[in-house]
């Protein structure tokens, strides 16, 4: 079983501070990493994705990928309230393999931004 | 127009009955998926469609039974369903299949709430 692992949280920062949600996954030919953002009562979305090693900034968003350390992180930087959400982690291995026919998911972590 | 829309938003079904779900994508996407979302559990994938045909059954029980007329049309057809088939039901679409790329786009719509009495 393929696990990806997200602290379920909330996480809760102050207005103004860095978010830093952090997931790991098992397998270690995963090769494609992705964050979606989920609010209450709403569908995922997209916001970032990375493939590579490092750092890939995107605005106020920062994904960060270890492969070695099976480590994928996404930071926020000054946190909105309005970025109060569910962060779901989602991982997949290379194209035209076992593991890389669909998205594997983590459960999400909560992020409560306070004014 | 949304994107990928679901119908219907909400639906309460006892545990004989015959209904079904549908979803609609107008961005021209070639895949679609269904996925169930149950609280404190991963996204679940539990059908694939690349250009209308059916490519991942993710050992969902035959009681769900999925249909792709063509590809901006998924349905999912429930029958005889269980009170722990309750759960929120997303459809999802992307340019490609997931399994023939490496980018994750999927687009979902605003999900099916099912509850099942």
């Known amino acids: 079983q393929k696990e990806v692992e997200q602290n379920s949280g909330p996480l809760s920062v102050p207005e103004g501070a860095i978010a830093s949600l952090n997931c790991t996954y098992s397998d270690r030919v995963s090769q494609s990493f992705f964050w979606y953002r989920q609010y209450s009562g709403k569908s995922p979305e997209l916001i970032m994705s990375i493939y590579s090693n490092g750092d890939k900034e995107d605005g106020r968003f920062t994904a960060q990928l270890n492969k070695a350390s099976q480590y994928v992180s996404l930071l926020i930087r000054d946190s909105q309230p309005s970025d109060s959400a569910t962060y779901l982690c989602a991982v997949k291995g290379p194209s035209n393999s076992n593991s890389g026919y669909a998205l594997n998911f983590g459960k999400g972590t909560s992020l409560l931004v306070t004014p | 127009e949304t994107g990928v829309t679901q119908t219907p938003r909400h639906l309460v079904m006892g545990m004989t009955n015959k209904k079904s779900l549908k979803c609609e994508q107008h961005?021209?996407?070639?895949?679609m998926y269904w996925y169930k979302q149950s609280a404190k559990k991963p996204l679940e994938l539990m059908f694939v469609?690349?250009?209308?045909?059916?490519?991942e059954n993710n050992s969902v029980p035959s009681r769900f039974s999925p249909e792709c007329p063509n590809s901006s049309h998924l349905f999912l057809h429930l029958h005889t369903l269980q009170p722990e088939d309750s759960a929120l039901y997303l459809c999802?679409?992307?340019?490609?299949?997931?399994?023939?790329?490496?980018?994750?786009?999927?687009?979902f719509g605003e999900g099916s709430r099912l509850t099942v009495l």
């Open positions: 999802a679409s992307s340019q490609d299949w997931v399994g023939t790329v490496n980018t994750g786009e999927l687009f």
């Open positions: 961005l021209g996407h070639n895949a």
């Open positions: 469609y690349n250009f209308k045909e059916q490519t």
